[in-house]
């Protein structure tokens, strides 16, 4: 019944195997007391509740929300209570769909497998606090603050207002800078606004709110110019996968440009750009560090325009830094930098209706904010002017590591499915750009292996950083920057040890850092025991589509880049382990 292993559901299987293994030998200490323990479980009542018990967990362990659900809950005793909660409506889910008769069933053959995936597909459309779906949080975008508010109480406000502080879209003191000296077209100018609600909405509306402290449903009323083309675009499936929540985008008629009167920005009715040959997404990580040497080098006369976001910290020192590094390089002629600053606004007095406070930490959206606005500023210039976007594949399709991070609780942020819905979406409402991302068949490793300008990426890559939060060393009085244990830079290292660069400069190192390894309630070394899991299963290939589908025709493509990516780490691993962690590493190899 529980299956080799070597997937995530029969891992599945083989943990609620192990779960059942241990009530019922829970006090035998001695082969007589196994023996007596086993001839106790074997009797049909026994081992009726013990298929019940196995099936309740092997449900649990399937469904993700649950792992990731529990994370978020930082008091210990609400933690304990939901979980027991959870796995009792589970268990009480499991004994309505036994049969009458469960020894009639061939539960190694495909009868089994039916109740077994029936009970699962329950679990997931029966959440916790169960039969009731979360409350829809309504937002009202708007673009003209002297709009009278005859929305109910209840609805919230995003309203857009560069550098105003009665605005709740918060761009900084000098956001009307990013917007000086272009304009885009209508019909971009409004994607880009749908990224901005959308990331605002993200972060303000909490998932622990949520009856499976996951799942919200959004609606953002946006303003726009043809409100035809918007609804047969469909941007809430897009958000929908991006996200893992439930979006409604209405659209309502707007005549007011988003940027009009905004001080710099150029009057002319028609379109005004840049004078630039692309756009390219600048994070500061590594990714994008390679991707815009490359595309300078590969034409000498390409002029680019990087793309930032931030709110702040450690990741906008690192964009300012290597932007200063690349234009003293290649010429500040060839490159511009636009450094966007967007977040939902701080509550003030200004404001007709403040956001509330506090705010969500997943920001799935973000890349729909970050993709949005680089489309607005390609677009300004033309309809054929790329968008570039350097990421490797192997975290592009972003296979899940283990059962719990199946779905959207792993990101999606330049998935290939969201790519292409994305793109599809904004040829709808008017907007042609291409979105090409040169990199999505390669590994992070054959990355940086390719670059057109090694010596200068070698460099260059101490200032970049590839970290999910590099300001956390600040607060353990250890050197900021990549953190050394989240799976980003267990990425980087990877990379790095593929071209022959890696180093122990991290606050810390996961090779050598034991703790990471032996404190399991220790979050940061989650990411470390994820990737040991993921790295050294025989996994089938039909995994590379628990993210999300795959484009027509490229599934094996991908597949080979998921398993070269595996082996990166694998590679890094055995070469690099020490202590406990070789141990480990050389039982599984």
């Given amino acids: ?65 649950v792992a990731e659900a529990l994370s978020r809950i930082t008091d210990p005793q609400a933690a304990r209570r939901a979980d027991e909660n959870m796995r009792q409506i589970i268990q009480d889910l499991v004994s309505l769909r036994l049969p009458e008769d469960p020894f009639t069933v061939d539960w190694s053959g495909p ?28 937002y009202l975008v708007r673009t003209d603050l002297s709009t009278p508010v005859t929305e109910p109480d209840d609805v919230r406000l995003l309203d857009w207002a560069p550098a105003r502080t009665a605005a709740t879209i918060q761009t900084g003191d000098a956001g009307v800078e990013f917007f000086t000296g272009w304009r885009a077209p209508r019909a971009a100018a409004d994607l880009m606004m749908l990224g901005a609600a959308t990331y605002c909405a993200d972060k303000v509306t909490l998932r622990g709110d949520t009856p499976d402290w996951w799942t919200r449903d959004i609606t953002v009323r946006l303003p726009v110019a043809d409100t035809t083309a918007w609804r047969e675009a469909n941007f809430g499936e897009v958000l929908g996968f991006l996200t893992g929540d439930h979006w409604q985008i209405n659209p309502y008629k707007a005549a007011r440009h988003p940027v009009a009167g905004l001080p710099g920005v150029p009057r002319n009715v ?24 490359d595309l300078l080098e590969e034409d000498p006369q390409r002029r680019l325009c990087l793309l930032s976001h931030n709110e702040g910290g450690k990741a906008s020192t690192a964009q300012q830094d290597l932007f200063s590094e690349l234009g003293a390089h290649y010429g500040h002629g060839r490159i511009t930098r636009r450094p966007l600053y967007l977040r939902p606004a701080p509550a003030n ?76 979406a904004a040829r709808t409402v008017g907007v042609d750009n291409p979105i090409l991302n040169p990199y999505r068949l390669q590994t992070k490793g054959e990355m940086l292996a390719g670059s057109r300008n090694p010596e200068l990426l070698k460099r260059l890559t101490p200032m970049s950083i590839s970290c999910s939060h590099p300001e956390t060393a600040r607060f353990q009085r250890r050197l900021q920057g990549n953190c050394g244990y989240c799976f980003p830079c267990l990425i980087r290292r990877a990379s790095l040890a593929h071209v022959g660069w890696d180093d122990n400069e991290y606050p810390w190192n996961v090779l050598t850092d034991e ?5 399991r309630r220790w979050r940061r070394g989650a990411d470390l025991r994820a990737v040991i899991t993921g790295a050294f299963a025989e996994r089938p290939d039909r995994d590379v589509l628990l993210n999300g589908p795959l484009p027509l025709g490229e599934r094996s493509a991908f597949t080979d880049v998921w398993r070269r990516g595996t082996q990166e780490l694998r590679d890094w691993l055995v070469a690099g382990a020490q202590g406990e962690l070789a141990t480990l590493v050389d039982s599984l190899a």
């Fill in 1 to 65: 019944m529980a299956g080799d292993g070597g997937d995530l559901e029969s891992q599945a299987a083989r943990d609620a195997m192990c779960v059942v293994l241990d009530h019922v030998f829970v006090d035998a200490d001695m082969w007589d007391e196994l023996a007596d323990a086993a001839d106790t479980a074997v009797s049909r009542e026994n081992l009726v509740s013990l298929l019940e018990m196995f099936l309740a967990q092997y449900v649990y362990n399937r469904v993700p929300v």
């Fill in 111 to 138: 009868q089994g497998q039916e109740i077994a995936e029936d009970a699962v597909r329950i679990a997931y459309e029966t959440p916790p606090e169960f039969g009731r779906r979360p409350a829809m949080t309504i």
């Fill in 270 to 293: 028609q379109p005004v750009g840049l004078d630039i040959d692309g756009v390219c997404l600048f994070s500061g990580g590594l990714d994008s560090l390679c991707g815009v040497i």
């Fill in 349 to 424: 007095g200004y404001q007709t209706r403040p956001l509330p406070h506090p705010r969500e930490n997943t920001t799935r959206s973000r890349s729909l904010l970050f993709l949005t606005t680089a489309l607005a500023l390609a677009a300004a210039h033309g309809p054929t002017v790329p968008v570039y976007v350097p990421e490797n594949g192997f975290i592009g399709i972003n296979v899940p590591l283990t059962r719990a991070r199946v779905g959207s609780a792993s990101t999606r942020t330049t998935h290939p499915h969201f790519m292409a819905q994305l793109g599809a």
């Fill in 515 to 519: 703790a990471l390894l032996r404190k």
